[in-house]
């Protein structure tokens, strides 16, 4: 079955305390992404990847890392996490090129809570 | 800067009748436009899309129409059921981002 796969899908963790949650997708595609969902501001992009060993900064990237080692994974790293990073994070992916038509394939979600 | 808006968080209608969500959007570069549906817990999936050349895009119940010259695009359910009922997305692709609206809660009632 196709899909991305998201861990952990549920963490309360404390500030300051380093945590990662990983993304794994099995459909091949290039293009990888991070969002992050909050009441009253949809989704908003994090980091994306066009492929191995190539990531960009989306629109609220501060306080995030990613890599993108393997086309498969692409993990979200919080270094410090303080409570404004308390939110629902999705990852997404989708193939690149010339038919691309932005559609993306979601994770289910991540809800990270941080105290 | 909100370069997608959906201006209305939520929008309830009656089985069977239309349903019309709306977004606007600021940049013309856009090269594809698309619709998202999100059931809570889960992550959200496609829906329908529309090139930025083209006007409208059919699905079977569901419909996307783009004016360009307004920068506005909507999506219209018909006829809406009640498993239509979940939060609506719409986003915008271009640069190798897909930039999404705020979201409408669509609510169906029976």
């Known amino acids: 079955e196709a899909q991305v796969t998201q861990n952990p899908r549920y963490l309360i963790t404390v500030t300051g305390k380093k945590l990662t949650v990983t993304c794994s997708q099995n459909m091949n595609h290039e293009y990888m992404s991070w969002y992050r969902q909050d009441p009253g501001l949809g989704l908003r992009q994090i980091y994306y990847?066009?492929?191995?060993?190539?990531?960009d900064k989306g629109d609220v990237p501060e306080g995030y890392k990613v890599s993108r080692k393997e086309k498969r994974n692409f993990p979200l790293i919080l270094e410090s996490p303080s409570p404004n990073q308390t939110s629902l994070y999705f990852c997404?992916?989708?193939?690149?090129?010339?038919?691309?038509?932005?559609?993306?394939?979601f994770g289910e979600g991540s809800r990270l809570t941080v105290l | 800067d909100q370069q997608v808006k959906q201006n209305s968080p939520s929008l309830s209608v009656q089985e069977g009748r239309i349903s019309i969500l709306n977004c606007d959007y600021t940049?013309?570069?856009?090269?594809?436009f698309l619709w998202y549906k999100k059931y809570p817990a889960e992550g959200p999936t496609f829906l329908i899309s529309?090139?930025?050349?083209?006007d409208k895009n059919e699905d079977g119940r569901f419909t996307v129409f783009l004016n360009k010259s307004a920068k506005h695009l909507s999506l219209h359910i018909v006829p809406s059921q009640p498993g239509d009922s979940a939060v609506y997305f719409c986003a915008a692709s271009g640069g190798g981002k897909l930039i999404f609206g705020q979201g409408t809660e669509l609510s169906v009632k029976p």
């Open positions: 990847s066009m492929n191995v060993e190539v990531t």
């Open positions: 940049n013309s570069m856009f090269d594809y």
């Open positions: 529309i090139s930025s050349i083209k």
């Open positions: 997404a992916s989708r193939r690149s090129g010339l038919a691309d038509t932005g559609e993306l394939f």
